[in-house]
């Protein structure tokens, strides 16, 4: 898939993306449920496998779970961050510019 971004944009990175939410609002919606699911939400899909392994690891060693836990944290911070910028980021360039 980078692959393909890259070859329309001709850009690697997260600040060269902004506006999506504007010119495509069902794909943020879906974007956004799908970030969710990653981030390990309750009530989505990656809720229960990050719960169990979290749990296993605490049950192992608290300490290493304590490391898992902050990288979940880290993990969804990170995955939020980028939603918004590529979402509802400022367009960088006109010629960029996503269209419907």
Do not use: C
Not at 24 to 46: D, E, Q, R, W
Not at 72 to 88: C, D, E, G, P, Q
């Amino acid at each position: 898939m980078y692959r393909r971004l890259f070859g329309r944009t001709r850009e690697g990175s997260i600040d060269a993306f902004g506006g999506v939410a504007n010119s495509m609002p069902h794909f943020a919606t879906y974007a956004m449920l799908f970030s969710m699911a990653n981030v390990g939400l309750p009530g989505t899909s990656g809720f229960v496998g990050e719960f169990l392994a979290l749990t296993g690891t605490i049950r192992f060693n608290v300490w290493i779970g304590a490391t898992a836990a902050l990288s979940l944290i880290l993990s969804a911070t990170y995955t939020l961050w980028m939603y918004k910028r590529v979402m509802f980021g400022a367009v960088k360039n006109g010629t960029r510019a996503w269209r419907a």
